[in-house]
């Protein structure tokens, strides 16, 4: 039998305060939680009997009560822009490790460029939103990941080879985060601690498809982290169309929302729009997506789309993309053309995990 895993907790759902409390119930030193916590976020060690300046006791009850790792790095892609994606593999409830080929897998990336190193993570497995265009959502949500778990990926991306210093967070791999609210944030606060990865509030991006009620809770999380708005498109109906999940709120009430956003906290949004080609890529689009952004002073982060097999749509033309920019840049508004990355390895939400998942069921 496995053991199961509320026997053993896993470090990266612990703070300082549960470290130590853990420890004292071994009878180890107060000081043996700094020295765990500095093993794990600041040399990277996830395995207790590296960990040589801790006594042989604490490496034994570290090694019989703690787990470190609970997922499994199922494959690894490398681009050669330098992307580089790991496929993970998340255990069942109750199990402490994942099986060798799991069916709840996710995706973390780490994309580099001159001065940052990105690491884009999931908050949840699959996705309950099921935007049309993106591979995440096939197949519907198949539950939510752990704090402890949100924070690992980014621990598995900082050993990657040549990464150095994790500078940002995205949170726009799988799931929707703010649906996995508790989990995310007290990740957010570990990410940001000087004791976890010590990243900056305002490096850390929280991307959401707009749920009204949980945008107005996140007014009052106390780190200044940046919140973007996947829009992907300016009118009510055509974005019903391909995010199902907007038949839920209106584009009117995230504005609202969003408003709050900006006042309660004072941190301008980011409109994240992918281009589709011939669907939400004219010109009446970007007029309106003008509107929207200067209503909100909002930046605007046009995205090109990757095609996906068995999806029913394009990538725009690099024209087409640069006359939608030209017409936002024409109505005042901040404007940035995402780049691709990692288009050799399908580094795209979700495609590595529905090519896995697929293989999987073919192989039955």
């Not at 822009?81 to 996710?106: C, F, H, N, Y």
């Not at 504005?255 to 004219?282: H, K, M, S």
């Not at 006359?323 to 840049?329: D, G, S, T």
Request: net charge neutral.
């Amino acid at each position: 039998m496995p053991a199961v895993a509320a026997e053993r907790p896993h470090l990266f759902d612990l703070d300082p305060a549960a470290v130590q409390a853990w420890c004292s119930e071994r009878s180890l030193p107060k000081f043996a939680a700094s020295q765990i916590l500095d093993w794990v976020y600041a040399k990277g060690v996830g395995d207790s009997a590296a960990m040589s300046n801790l006594s042989k006791a604490a490496r034994a009850a570290l090694s019989e009560g703690m787990t470190f790792v609970r997922g499994r790095p199922l494959r690894h892609q490398l681009a050669t822009d330098g992307t580089q994606k790991i496929l993970m593999g998340w255990p069942d409830e109750g199990e402490v490790l994942p099986m060798a080929e799991p069916s709840r897998q996710t995706e973390c990336v780490m994309i580099p460029t001159d001065d940052r190193r990105t690491a884009c993570i999931s908050s949840q497995v699959g996705c309950p939103v099921g935007c049309r265009f993106c591979a995440s959502g096939i197949g519907g949500l198949d539950g939510n990941l752990t704090a402890g778990q949100i924070v690992e990926q980014v621990w598995h991306l900082s050993r990657l080879e040549g990464v150095g210093r994790i500078s940002n967070i995205v949170f726009m791999g799988m799931g929707e985060p703010l649906a996995n609210y508790n989990a995310v944030t007290a990740a957010i606060r570990t990410l940001h601690a000087p004791w976890g990865f010590g990243i900056s509030a305002r490096r850390i991006t929280v991307s959401t498809v707009g749920l009204p009620a949980a945008i107005r809770k996140f007014c009052s999380f106390e780190l200044p982290v940046t919140l973007a708005l996947s829009l992907h498109a300016p009118f009510d109906d055509l974005r019903r169309e391909i995010i199902p999940w907007a038949e839920y709120s209106t584009i009117a009430e995230l504005l609202e929302a969003c408003q709050e956003w900006f006042d309660r906290t004072g941190r301008e949004i980011t409109l994240e729009y992918i281009l589709l080609g011939r669907v939400n890529d004219r010109a009446e689009h970007a007029h309106e997506l003008a509107r929207l952004a200067r209503t909100l002073r909002a930046n605007v982060n046009l995205i090109r789309y990757n095609e996906v097999q068995g999806m029913p749509y394009e990538r725009p033309s690099s024209d087409d993309v640069l006359a939608f920019q030209e017409i936002l840049r024409s109505k005042g508004v901040n404007v940035h053309i995402r780049a691709s990355r990692g288009r050799d390895i399908a580094a795209a939400c979700g495609q590595l995990r529905h090519e896995s998942l697929r293989r999987d069921q073919s192989a039955a």
